[in-house]
């Protein structure tokens, strides 16, 4: 216990990433005095990105790590509505002898996504339209999605699925392409290849904000979903030995098929979540300890 409370105290001195691990820990500890269970990833998201408590009150600590959460949440939402796409534009090759080429794949794919009267409706207007009259538009779009990549057996193709993927994407343009709070810059900064990042799909879809709506998807599918997974699962097997692909791409045509079901990735808000508990920061019920309160007293979030 006293080993862990050392690692977290800012008497130590502070060590390359510290300050970021740090202040995910107070940040946890100051919404566990809030209320929030600290094991309810469904409530940190909330407050990490949309800055709003279970109770509806608005989350503004001050600090950098707090920006960086929600570029990160940011971010997962986009791949988890490349995922749905990804899985959709694979499965017809489920049920082909030989390859298909990219072009009616990608064609396929958002003549299912998109209803033929939206279809050649500007993007920004589309994805303006995406916003209106829902107050949550990010957690209701992504509730679908990721039932859609549960299910992907039966829902690889559902277009209700697609939609939500398609309008997902179309929100987080809206609120992040302009630079807004710093987002999308945060979310270059940190990426290995800005091609399957936000910051990526969001100058793609920028790029095409006076293309159709049908165009600029199909535009993101090409790059984002085929190129670049033909870019990393190549990287990937040239350095580790590792074979990742999920489709493959010979004289012009994609085969090989394989589905499977994603989510988001572990930020490791768990693990830090019971290193609370262990080092009795925080109680067994939740409830923030007088050490606990201690350490959001000693130091301000980085």
């Not at 920004?124 to 679908?144: F, K, Y």
């Not at 535009?219 to 997974?229: D, G, K, P, Q, Y």
Request: glycine fraction near 8%; hydrophobic fraction near 45%.
């Amino acid at each position: 216990m006293r080993l862990l409370r050392d690692f977290l105290w800012p008497k130590l001195l502070d060590v390359t990433g510290s300050k970021a691990r740090r202040t995910s820990a107070w940040l946890l500890l100051d919404l566990a005095r809030k209320g929030v269970r600290i094991s309810d990833e469904i409530a940190l998201r909330r407050a990490f990105y949309q800055r709003v408590l279970p109770n509806g009150k608005p989350y503004r600590p001050e600090g950098m790590i707090i920006d960086r959460w929600r570029a990160f949440h940011a971010n997962e939402l986009c791949h988890i509505a490349l995922e749905v796409l990804l899985n959709a534009m694979i499965t017809p090759l489920l049920r082909q002898v030989e390859g298909v080429a990219p072009g009616k794949l990608v064609g396929d794919l958002v003549k299912s996504a998109i209803p033929a009267k939206e279809r050649k409706i500007p993007w920004a207007e589309w994805a303006e339209a995406a916003t209106v009259g829902v107050l949550d538009p990010e957690d209701a779009l992504s509730r679908e999605v990721l039932d859609g990549l549960k299910r992907y057996k039966e829902r690889a193709e559902d277009p209700k699925v697609l939609l939500a993927a398609a309008k997902l994407l179309g929100v987080l343009w809206v609120k992040w392409s302009a630079g807004a709070q710093h987002v999308r810059d945060e979310v270059a900064r940190f990426s290995v290849r800005s091609g399957t990042s936000l910051a990526g799909v969001l100058s793609t879809l920028q790029d095409a904000s006076s293309s159709t709506v049908d165009e600029a998807l199909a535009a993101v599918v090409r790059r984002h979903v085929i190129a670049e997974h033909l870019a990393i699962a190549g990287r990937k097997l040239a350095f580790s030995g590792k074979y990742t692909y999920r489709f493959v791409l010979e004289d012009g045509a994609l085969s090989n098929g394989w589905v499977t079901e994603y989510g988001y990735t572990n930020p490791r808000l768990g693990n830090l979540a019971n290193f609370l508990v262990d080092a009795k920061l925080v109680g067994l019920d939740g409830v923030v300890t007088a050490s606990g309160l201690s350490l959001l007293n000693d130091y301000q979030p980085a």
